[in-house]
């Protein structure tokens, strides 16, 4: 199994910048492939972003796609996710996680991911 910790969260102002990490340990981290999530309170688990083992592949939200970016260094095990022109509806905390399918198919809802980080937490203020 692996095991996840992310790093980077705060607060900034609305059109701000912050860059997530996503330190993986335990088996290669390339084996999985990657995801982002948010939560904000009294809301559910939302999808972000979301890379294949390779990095090759990316996928995003509606509300994140032209801001956000994720990418990933296997030969790190490490996870990012970039996130510029950030706005109030951003807050949240933010989850990485890892899905063990076998497969070339990356999948978008939080129940497919098998691990997850602790959380951080993300505030835009405006």
């Known amino acids: 199994q692996v095991q996840l910790v992310e790093s980077g969260g705060g607060s900034v102002q609305a059109g701000g910048s912050l860059r997530l990490s996503c330190a993986a340990s335990?088996?290669?981290?390339?084996?999985?492939?990657m995801g982002w999530f948010r939560q904000a309170p009294g809301k559910e688990r939302e999808f972000v972003a979301a890379?294949?083992?390779?990095?090759?592949?990316?996928y995003y939200s509606d509300s994140v796609k032209g801001r956000f970016t994720i990418s990933r260094d296997n030969a790190k095990n490490t996870g990012y996710l970039q996130m510029n022109s950030l706005k109030p509806d951003d807050t949240a905390v933010y989850y990485c996680?890892?899905?063990?399918?076998?497969?070339?198919?990356?999948?978008?809802?939080?129940?497919?991911?098998?691990?997850w980080g602790q959380g951080t937490q993300v505030t835009v203020s405006s």
């Open positions: 996680a890892a899905d063990q399918t076998i497969g070339n198919s990356v999948n978008l809802r939080a129940y497919q991911y098998d691990y």
């Open positions: 335990g088996r290669t981290f390339s084996l999985y492939v």
């Open positions: 890379t294949s083992r390779s990095g090759s592949m990316t």
